[in-house]
């Protein structure tokens, strides 16, 4: 079945460092991939997707590309700040289905 | 506008009790997702709605769980006979076109 691998955390990182979080997933066909953050205290909110290969998503300074060839969406973002901290999820959804598969989320923790 | 709501925020059930679990989505969408959350981890799969029909209940663990939208726009999720097992965040969300969904805050249930 489908399934999303997200890099373990916690991510801790400085002010204006660049983030990178992993993302992989194992999917029939061609999926939508997405984003989710989930800051401390609210629901999730999707961040960022993508619906093709070679798709780039983008928001709020991050950016994740749909690379079919490695089956990856990473994200990134060139320099993150203390409002960035949160809890990322990676989501995929097969195409012309309603489901969604969530990797396990990973924490981003960023001190001034 | 407004968002998506679940209610109650919290629930503490004995365990062999009955638990239902509401969701009012955003007013027009058409498909409604319900998710299961344990600590730790990604939301997992429960069930799907388009209008009131339900399209997949694929995720559903075990026969205790139900769910329904009569009228194709709020939704309750029932549990009968809780279990320790049981005990989780359990999100809704809705969605107009399936691909971009809103969730809603989440209710966290814990089964004593």
């Known amino acids: 079945g489908d399934s999303v691998t997200q890099m373990e955390g916690p991510v801790t990182l400085s002010e204006e460092a660049f983030l990178t979080i992993n993302c992989t997933y194992t999917a029939t066909g061609y999926p939508s991939l997405f984003w989710y953050v989930q800051y401390p205290g609210e629901g999730l909110q999707l961040l960022l997707k993508?619906?093709?290969?070679?798709d780039k998503g983008s928001n709020k300074g991050f950016e994740a590309t749909y690379r079919k060839e490695t089956t990856s969406f990473h994200l990134e973002k060139g320099s993150v700040q203390v409002s960035d901290s949160a809890v990322y999820f990676c989501a995929l959804r097969p195409t012309n289905a309603g489901k969604s598969t969530f990797g396990d989320g990973t924490t981003l923790t960023v001190k001034p | 506008g407004a968002g998506v709501s679940q209610s109650p925020r919290y629930k503490v059930a004995k365990r062999g009790q009955d638990v239902a679990l509401r969701c009012d989505p955003i007013s027009g969408h058409v498909s409604l997702f319900w998710y299961q959350q344990a600590l730790g981890q990604g939301p997992e799969f429960l069930t799907y709605?388009?209008?009131?029909?339900?399209?997949?209940k694929s995720g559903l663990p075990s026969d205790r769980f139900f769910a329904e939208r009569p009228e194709g726009s709020v939704s309750t999720l029932k549990i009968q006979r809780t279990q320790q097992e049981d005990s989780a965040v359990y999100l809704c969300a809705s969605s107009r076109d399936a691909e971009t969904q809103y969730f809603g805050p989440g209710t966290r249930l814990l089964v004593l």
């Open positions: 709605f388009q209008n009131e029909a339900q399209l997949d």
């Open positions: 993508a619906t093709k290969a070679d």
